[in-house]
């Protein structure tokens, strides 16, 4: 689905286009094309890929998609992938953006996302003196807006973090304790596979050879360099105190385990005691003392008492009960 096509030049907006305008505009100096499309089909890719003329390998990236993040040069055009990270109901879903870089043009594709990008447009269009900087700067200000959506991501894995964190010595919530870190652990390694593979990407357009596009625009990417490494070591900071957590969680369980165990063994102690003095004085032998005894069964009964009461009382002073 088409959602804008647009012509620019020295900055300033020329003309919304049809597809069929956008060969005639790509011949003019000083001039480029934005397109972007959304969960597109086959027909218009191919169609995209005749108009500027893309690489084969590249579009087939583009129309498969589930790419991991990544920046390639094919020639004069350079072609990225990012995956675009939103927090849906408490669940991370994961979208993708194909976009194709050339020295006139710039040509997007989103897919399983409902975040559009029509205030990154806005944006570029309110700043002409940097939007004359051409397709480059256009790269720069949609990896921006994506690396910013990783924010509030973030910051939500750490609000959650910190709740477990607070109920984490609660006792009887050491195995939920341990299902929601585990969970969220998960999120954080989704989080992590967008981060670091865009960041090592991204070093390539701010340091050392840089593509012909991204030469007016190196210190841009840097800024995004430097947001994607704060972000990722976020969520290494994150990850360590999540295992830190379970480790914590799953020696609270073996805490609570031990402190029944050793319930269930004052118990036994006691009931065995008293299983020892009905064992002994119930062996009904004739000879026996106490079997004649007027007193004998109050007197065996008040020692039973005795011996389980005292054992209980020295098991409570452990705190075994």
Known sequence: ML???????????????TVEEISDYLKRPDCFVWVALRDTN????????????????????ARHGHQRPKIEEY????????????????????????????????????????????????RCEREPE???????????????????RYFPV??????????????LFDKGNALTNIAQLYELKRKA????????????????????????????????????????TRINATIDAVR???????????????????????????????FAIATVFTGIWGMNFKLMPELQWDYGYPVAILIIIAVCGFLYLHFKRSDWL
């Open 130 to 148: 940097l939007l004359r900087l051409g397709s480059g700067f256009v790269l720069y200000a949609l990896m921006d807006a994506v690396v910013d």
């Open 189 to 228: 390694v989704v989080l992590k596979h967008a981060v670091m593979p865009l960041m090592e990407a991204t070093g390539k357009l701010q340091g050392g050879r840089v593509p012909p596009v991204c030469t007016t625009t190196q210190e841009y990417f840097r800024d995004v360099y430097d947001h994607l």
């Open 42 to 61: 086959d027909a218009e890719i191919d169609k995209m890929q005749m108009e500027f003329g893309l690489h084969d390998l590249a579009v087939e990236d």
């Open 75 to 122: 020639g004069d055009t350079l072609f990225a992938v990012m995956h675009l990270v939103e927090a849906v109901n408490s669940e991370l879903t994961v979208g993708e953006i194909s976009i194709f870089v050339g020295r006139n043009f710039i040509f997007s594709i989103r897919n399983r996302s409902n975040l559009g990008f029509l205030g990154v447009r806005e």
């Open 3 to 17: 959602i804008n096509c647009v012509a620019y030049q020295n900055g300033v907006k020329l003309a919304d286009l």
């Open 240 to 270: 360590d105190t999540i295992t830190t957590a379970i480790l914590v969680s799953q020696s609270t369980v073996s805490i609570e385990q031990n402190v029944i165990n050793k319930q269930l063994a004052a118990w036994a102690a006691i």
């Open 154 to 167: 973030i910051d939500a894995l750490e609000s959650q973090l910190e709740s477990i964190e607070e109920r």
